[in-house]
């Protein structure tokens, strides 16, 4: 359905320029109302008519959405799509695109940001000198661990996790892998990172990053025995998907002091953050950001964008993931 000839896209959530300028030229937006459930009949009802949903990854886009007649493209702003069932989208001759590639460095340097402030308790400290806890230099205040030479454990090296290992090499960090795509030779020697088990990652780390997307393999991928394995003075940071780590068998692990602390980024109940984490000095728990930078929020709202008025131009877009859908 369509008025004054351009097609009809539903836009889940607002986006930043240019995203609404390229949107608004090739179709006729509406918006969800920011008041309403987030649940699949709802958003069928708002977009029965449409061709196209740009949605983000709050958006559960599965069967009940993806069987309206119209719908022809489903665009996600992020780069994971574990929100969209993308063999029903296929099923029902969907396209499903998302964003890769631009938001790997602001990704990379968030994962090290809570490397860091994780390992030099810098949020704690913060909030200890504000509370005027702060009363002269001492030898044993607020000691840390060491960045500098340490060993790092990435489970996942696709565009997110090489980044991540870039910045390590400046650190001179020893870089070991879990990733069942071996990198090519000639980048493991650049970035100078090597492939082990999940079970030599865990016990060799003194700081593990997760860079997989969430998917039925990589569901709790780390739960009780994986943090059994881990050194009880290795970190964990997060910045993949929260419901890659068991969130209750972490607190269980931080507090039985199997793991020293966590930076996390994700949960697996967004935006619930397990209460056990809350309290916890030695964890650091950010609203899912690490994308956030402007640049990279703006160029990834004109990608989808792109992807969708390039689809409903008749065209392939650029990130298609289901290509078997447009032949
Ligand atoms: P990518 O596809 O380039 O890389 C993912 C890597 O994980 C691949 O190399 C893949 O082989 C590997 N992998 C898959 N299953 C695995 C498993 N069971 N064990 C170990 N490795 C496995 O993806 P990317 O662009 O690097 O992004 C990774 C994920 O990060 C995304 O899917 C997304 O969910 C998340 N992400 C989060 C944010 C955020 O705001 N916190 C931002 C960007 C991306």
């Not at 695109?97 to 810098?122: E, H, S």
């Amino acid at each position: 359905m369509s008025t004054g000839g351009k097609p009809r896209i539903l836009l889940m959530h607002p986006i930043l320029e240019p995203g609404p300028t390229i949107l608004a030229e090739a179709a006729e937006v509406i918006t969800y109302p920011p008041d309403r459930p987030l649940d699949g009949e709802s958003i069928k009802q708002a977009a029965e008519g449409c061709v196209g949903i740009v949605s983000q990854l709050m958006d559960p886009i599965r069967e009940t959405v993806l069987s309206i007649p119209d719908l022809k493209i489903v665009s996600n702003v992020a780069v994971g799509f574990d929100n969209i069932d993308v063999a029903a989208a296929t099923a029902h001759k969907v396209m499903v695109t998302n964003t890769p590639g631009v938001l790997d460095d602001a990704t990379a340097d968030f994962a090290f940001t809570l490397l860091m402030a994780t390992a030099r308790r810098i949020v704690e400290a913060d909030n200890f000198n504000r509370q005027g806890h702060f009363k002269g230099w001492a030898i044993d205040m607020m000691l840390g661990v060491d960045v500098f030479g340490a060993t790092l454990g990435l489970i996942g090296v696709g565009r997110i996790g090489r980044g991540v290992a870039h910045r390590a090499k400046g650190f001179n960090m020893r870089v070991l892998y879990y990733d069942p795509h071996p990198l090519p030779p000639d980048a493991e020697q650049q970035l100078g990172a090597t492939r082990v088990d999940l079970g030599r990652l865990l016990a060799e780390s003194d700081f593990v990053s997760v860079h997989v997307p969430l998917t039925d393999e990589t569901h709790h991928l780390l739960s009780t025995a994986q943090f059994g394995q881990m050194k009880p003075s290795a970190i964990l940071i997060n910045t993949s998907r929260g419901p890659v780590i068991d969130e209750a068998a972490l607190v269980e692990a931080l507090k039985a002091k199997k793991v020293a602390g966590a930076g996390l980024d994700v949960y697996e109940r967004e935006p619930s953050v397990h209460p056990g984490l809350i309290p916890m000095s030695n964890v650091i728990l950010a609203p899912h950001i690490a994308s956030a930078t402007t640049r990279t929020r703006s160029e990834m709202s004109a990608m989808a964008a792109r992807n969708m008025a390039t689809a409903i131009r008749g065209g392939r877009p650029p990130n298609l993931l289901n290509p078997e859908v447009k032949k």
